[in-house]
């Protein structure tokens, strides 16, 4: 098995790894999503002239000429049409979220009011200015400006800007129908209760935990035994109903790792088999191109898979760390190695190393948050070093 780079496989994957085009989502949905068309404001923002304040609103040239006490022509919650200030030298009492009544361009609110028998008493000696607590029609955005450009991961924020320009339908990026297969004869189902022989299968869930938090929305859960006749019924028949097949163990030297030679006997063109990491090293990616179907062998350890998903498939943020103690690693492979993140005053991350035992020891993983990628040109890692830091979704 030849090795590749870490950089090489993930340039291969990004190369071969299919568009999955975009889709039409409601509203309601609020999974994450990343935008696939640019989004106008449908109309100025605020489209009103809208009072900041509860208070009263006048006319600020009354005001400026030394005018202290305004009649209170009447009340203007939000929502009303806001009625004209018919006379310039009276004032309305107005609420927050009104629209501005014109003729008035000044709002006091009325902890520097008095109000008495329906006159308002200006107390606060400060010099109130034009437009004060005024949040201008259109200052935000003009009508027609983008206000989310495509591209945009759709966090709270833009979900909510969304709703207010009544996207209920947008356009994001589609995400594959993606199944997790799980392959061993030694597992068994979370609720069964396993043998000393057996283990409960829980790849797939951490797998598929990540991949729900990134927003792919269609993910399903399958469990195969190592028998290569199950396995190329099962590939036939999930190859035609899925974008991405995502399989976890069996891809390395054991007589019973039959998926590397059932996917040559399927067509499926590999691109990568063998990474120079740890863990993961057996890692396997291929294209399947007449049935349009992407294929990810993932090694069967369960921290082997869970980094390489991180790695090499899911969106991760370019972040870095400083490593809190000196690492040394002999092998001329790139190491994955789990961190506890802790974030300093000083606005640093400090990874702190919790290597586990090996590959199979997921338990070690309860008390990290991502890993550090240490290059594989490198033995020693000293104290004090920035690293790429990936977190778990
Ligand atoms: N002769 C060699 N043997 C191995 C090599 C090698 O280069 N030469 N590579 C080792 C490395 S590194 C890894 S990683 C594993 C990968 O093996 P497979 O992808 O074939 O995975 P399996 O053998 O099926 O399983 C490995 C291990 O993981 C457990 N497992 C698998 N699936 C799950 C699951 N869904 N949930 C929980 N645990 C799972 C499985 O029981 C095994 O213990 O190969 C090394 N061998
Ligand atoms: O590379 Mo394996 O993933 O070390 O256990
Ligand atoms: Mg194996």
Redesign the pocket.
Known sequence: ?PLISVNTAAALIRQHLPDWGTEIVSLSTLHPRILAEPILSDRPYPPIDRIMMDGIALNWQHYDAGQRTFPILGTVAAGDVPPPLSDPSACFEVMTGAALPQGCDLVIPYEALEIKEGIASIRHPEPWLPYQFVHRCGSDAPAGAVILPAGTPLHSPAWGILASVGHTQVRVKRYPRTQLI???N??VAPEQTPNPHQ??????YALAAALQRQGYSQVSLTHLP?DPQRLAQHYQAASQTHDLLIY???????KF?YLPQLWQQQGVQQYIHGVAQ?????LWFGIDHQRQTAVF??????V??LVCLHRYLLETPVLYARLAAPVHFEKPLAYFLPVKLETTQNAELVAHPRPMQN??DFLALADTDGFVELPAEQQTFAAGECYRYIPWS
């Open positions: 098995m799980a392959t061993g030694e597992l283990l409960r299968l829980s790849n797939t190592d976890c163990g069996g891809v390395s030297k054991g790792d740890r863990p993961g090293k057996p062998g993932l090694p069967g350890n369960p082997s898979s590959s199979g």
